[in-house]
């Protein structure tokens, strides 16, 4: 299947459908706002290059524009500031113009969060997120713009990870023509967009703007993207099924026209289902049958699945964070097999598994 992406025009129609249907603007703010925090500190974790003794507090310098892109930014400053952090607030264009935008300014100020200008920041940040122009940007920087642009680069090349929200400042979401994009804009290491990759995300000439790019779901009704999960023609008719069919399979169940029961469930009722299907795989292994151990474990996985398809619904995560998490923290605490430290036994591997686990908990 092709690499599913709306335009931003798109985009702002689904929104408005969304804010309609219930889901208000202010709540897909702060959903993506959540959402991109807790991405920049599993990742900021998870950075190698740049470690932080846990004595340490972080620190994050965040570019806001005066629209919503500049409000998803307040929302991360406020939830990285509650978790501990050193958090710097930079406002590009002035204050914020949106009315969503400028209610959580006041939050981030209620929480004393410091301001700055441009050409004010604070020295050396492990974190900038940039949070200056979203889906609404088109055509080149402008005097600020392209300043805010620099620092970043400067901070960047000091040390810091760069994070941007749905799009790199300066970088069109419908651009599809190298020649038409201002090399001036954000280079980010990382770019958490929402809902869905924008036209600009596919392109081969974007990725050394975008890095690495992560698409998470904050609740917008989008008809068109579960018809872009594969049919239950083409389901039903595979010989051989794969993780992303399986994920397939379990959205179908939960779509609106899918199964009654799996439709009704919820994190909560799931849990006696999660308690069962673990106990039942543990007494497969107990009893070293390994054919039953095979079918429990399929059992275990369609409580992960689904447990992570309705959290996609709902817009807190999906199996996508799932996997990113899990894989993340295996690479973290097991430094003697993806780094460079040797270990001599089983005793010292798990010694080291604790240290580094008691300090990812003192992190956070």
């Not at 959903?31 to 470690?51: C, F, K, S, V, W």
């Not at 892109?69 to 204050?95: S, T």
């Not at 940007?137 to 749905?166: N, P, Q, S, T, Y």
Request: aromatic share 6%; with cysteine.
């Amino acid at each position: 299947m092709s690499e599913y992406c709306v335009s931003c025009a798109r985009m702002k129609d689904l929104e408005k459908a969304t804010d309609e249907s219930g889901l208000s603007y202010y709540q897909m703010m702060e959903n993506a706002g959540n959402i991109a925090a807790n991405r920049i500190m599993e990742m900021t974790m998870a950075t190698r290059e740049r470690p932080h003794p846990s004595t340490r507090q972080l620190t994050a310098r965040i570019y806001c524009g005066k629209g919503n892109n500049g409000g998803d930014g307040f929302v991360v400053a406020r939830i990285l500031k509650q978790r501990g952090w050193d958090v710097q607030l930079i406002l590009v264009d002035g204050e914020p113009q949106t009315p969503d935008a400028v209610t959580n300014y006041g939050l981030a100020k209620e929480l004393g969060i410091p301001i700055a200008a441009l050409g004010d920041a604070d020295p050396d940040p492990d974190v900038v997120v940039d949070a200056i122009y979203g889906t609404g940007f088109h055509g080149r920087l402008r005097e600020k713009g392209a300043a805010a642009a620099a620092e970043i680069a400067d901070a960047k090349a000091a040390g810091a990870v760069v994070f941007a929200l749905d799009i790199p400042s300066g970088m069109g979401g419908d651009l599809t023509d190298e020649s038409e994009l201002d090399e001036r804009c954000v280079k980010a290491d990382c770019t958490v967009t929402f809902h869905a990759k924008k036209p600009v995300h596919l392109q081969g000439f974007a990725s050394k703007y975008c890095g690495e790019v992560i698409t998470v779901d904050i609740g917008i009704v989008d008809e068109e993207r579960n018809r872009s999960l594969q049919t239950k023609e083409q389901l039903v008719n595979k010989e051989a099924y794969d993780f992303r069919d399986f994920v397939d399979i379990v959205a179908q169940l939960r779509a609106p026209d899918g199964c009654v029961w799996d439709r009704a469930q919820t994190h909560e009722t799931l849990t006696k289902y999660m308690t069962e299907e673990a106990q039942e795989a543990v007494e497969a292994m107990l009893n070293g049958d390994d054919e039953n151990l095979c079918e429990e474990l399929g059992d275990v996985l369609l409580q992960i699945v689904l447990n992570a398809q309705i959290g996609a619904e709902d817009g807190t995560f999906t199996i996508d964070d799932v996997i990113q998490g899990i894989s993340e923290k295996m690479i973290r605490r097991h430094p003697w097999v993806f780094g460079d430290m040797e270990i001599d036994s089983i005793d010292e591997n798990v010694s080291l598994w604790e240290q580094i686990k008691q300090k990812e908990k003192e992190m956070k």
